[in-house]
């Protein structure tokens, strides 16, 4: 596992930092937030389920408190007593109460209208009009009111519940004549009411929990309703009590139980919720760290390279913060490298000096001697043979003879470069004599050469003998890198940090990259055998070093190649 999280990038290593909390976040967020959420709700329903249970109460004590007033109000209607005194004491002289109870009846919301006489036996019934001298009194709402009290309460008959009143009818302060129970019942109706205000479902039970009304689709005498109310459904109850306060039956209130519907619908949104969270968290991170690992990214670019070398890379600059002076710090670091590759390049270089000059000293006199003498020998020969066979033998040991002779005159030059003699020259005088170096080799080769110098740059100071040959150096290798039919374009310029630029262009066949490092070591070249000593561009590089400049080259391979000579400007010169 160690090994896995070593090789894993920074990238990938903060994503993971990242990932790692928000699926732990994720993972204890869903079941606190549900567990939140779930009791809310449930304690929303519960407040809800009390609010429809004290609406329910409010509503049955308004009921009663209705029926009370009713029959309060019944007992003292005049032609209700008139009625029933003249039916009971005078026979019936003047019309039946029930018709005066039938009109009540019809007139107020009510279930039941009844008229008891003094014995307790029932006089008319609004509602049941046959119903007659059935005795009441051991109804305890009757025996009540004919000791002239008004007694209210709910008792279950037949049509089920009812909230009922009955209340003394007094024709006089202190004569009763009878007795009058008005009552509402409990049934479908009443609770439709409830229901559109509460939105929620009632079912009355008596002490057995059989149903008595409801308004679920359930009959009634449909047998014991459960205790927990129906499966998915949230119940709470009250009790019904009659006049004594005892229980005789239970009004519960039904609701459905959406809980575990939203509790679903809520995981599901807040899981949906957390994902799209985390996926926009890691776009936007993985968006952050390209931006912020790219100068990462450029920085080791930037090490493999100077790694292989290329002390001359340098890394862009985009911000000012940690990763911006880290770039900085590259940039010096890597200056400092090329400043000490030049440095190292420069003592490479006088080793090689002193290597060559130290063996060139010692062999100069040992080979010039004899290589002039089998020269002068060869020549004398010469002018005095007239034998072809002879006379070709003798021009090619003059030829190699020569061929030695200005090797050791390229060893004896590579090895005591003198210190450059300055004096102000004509640069175009310079380039001319180059040119002019190199004018039969171009022209047999049909290659152009273009001047292209920028006007303002007439003269410079320089060692005119070692500048030219610099210059020539160079245009001899640019004629011998094309095969025919190529141009040579010669610029003079005035480059920033005062310097004077002389670049030879041509479109020849161009250095490899494998090499281009090495065309400045002496010896080496990559002319065939007889055709170079490896020593132009090497007597070239010291000469310019020497002045103060510097020479560059630029080429790929097929594409030609490029030779900016950098030379000081002087104050005499421009």
């Not at 990242?18 to 329903?45: G, H, N």
């Not at 049509?159 to 479908?188: C, V």
């Not at 004509?426 to 002019?436: F, N, P, R």
Request: neutral net charge.
């Amino acid at each position: 596992m160690k090994n896995l999280w070593n090789r894993l990038s920074i990238r990938y290593k903060v994503v993971s930092i990242i990932i790692l909390p928000i699926l732990l976040i994720t993972i204890t967020t869903i079941p606190v937030v549900s567990y939140l959420i779930k009791d809310a709700l449930l304690t929303q329903q519960q407040a809800h389920l009390e609010s429809v249970k004290n609406l329910a109460i409010k509503l049955f004590e308004d009921y009663q408190s209705k029926v009370t007033n009713y029959t309060k109000l019944f007992s003292n209607d005049r032609e209700i007593k008139d009625s029933l005194f003249y039916h009971t004491e005078l026979s019936g002289e003047r019309e039946h109460p029930l018709q005066a109870i039938s009109r009540l009846f019809k007139s107020f919301d009510v279930s039941t209208i009844e008229i008891g006489d003094a014995r307790g036996r029932v006089v008319a019934v609004a509602e049941a009009s046959a119903r007659y001298g059935e005795d009441r009194l051991s109804d305890p709402f009757i025996k009540n009111a004919l000791q002239g009290k008004v007694m209210s309460g709910i008792v279950l008959t037949k049509q089920g519940f009812i909230i009922k009143a009955s209340a003394p009818i007094f024709y006089n302060e202190s004569q009763i004549i009878g007795t009058i129970t008005t009552g509402i019942l409990l049934d479908y109706s009443l609770l439709a009411k409830i229901k559109q205000l509460s939105n929620t479902d009632l079912v009355i039970a008596d002490s057995a929990n059989s149903i008595i009304s409801s308004t679920l689709h359930i009959q009634r005498d449909g047998g014991a309703f459960s205790a927990e109310g129906p499966s998915g459904k949230l119940l709470i109850k009250f009790p019904l009590t009659d006049m004594s306060n005892a229980t005789v039956g239970n009004v519960m209130i039904i609701q459905e139980d959406r809980l575990p519907g939203i509790i679903s619908k809520t995981h599901l949104t807040l899981f949906f919720l957390l994902l799209a969270i985390s996926a926009a968290s890691i776009f936007v991170l993985f968006l952050v760290l390209n931006r912020v690992l790219r100068p990462v990214v450029k920085l080791r670019e930037g090490a493999e390279r100077i790694g292989k070398g290329e002390f001359d890379y340098r890394i862009e600059i985009a911000s000012r913060d940690e990763i911006g002076e880290l770039s900085e710090g590259f940039n010096r670091m890597a200056a400092n490298l090329e400043k000490m590759r030049c440095m190292e390049d420069r003592l490479y270089q006088s080793e090689r000096l002193a290597a060559i000059g130290k063996f060139a000293a010692g062999i100069a006199h040992e080979i010039n001697n004899p290589i002039g003498n089998v020269i002068g020998i060869a020549k004398l020969m010469l002018k005095n043979t007239w034998e072809t066979a002879a006379r070709e033998d003798l021009e090619s040991i003059i030829k190699d003879s020569g061929r030695c002779a200005n090797i050791i005159k390229d060893l004896l030059v590579y090895s005591r470069q003198a210190p450059p003699k300055k004096e102000i020259t004509s640069l175009s005088g310079l380039i001319d004599d180059a040119v002019k170096s190199v004018a039969h080799q171009a022209q047999s080769r049909s290659i152009e050469i273009v001047r292209a110098s920028t006007s303002g740059l007439q003269e410079i100071s320089v060692d005119p003998l070692q500048i030219s040959q610099v210059l020539s150096n160079i245009l001899f290798n640019a004629v011998q890198s094309i095969a025919s039919s190529g141009s040579i374009t010669i610029r003079t310029t005035i480059i920033e940090d005062n310097m004077a630029e002389i670049s030879i262009s041509d479109n020849g066949i161009g250095i490899d990259d494998e090499i281009k490092g090495k065309i400045f070591y002496p010896f080496f070249t990559t002319k065939a055998v007889g055709e170079g000593t490896g020593l132009g561009l090497a007597i070239s590089y010291g000469i310019v070093q020497n002045h103060g400049g510097e020479i560059i080259a630029e080429s790929r391979k097929g594409h030609g190649s490029t030779f900016r000579i950098r030379l000081p400007l002087g104050e005499k010169n421009g």
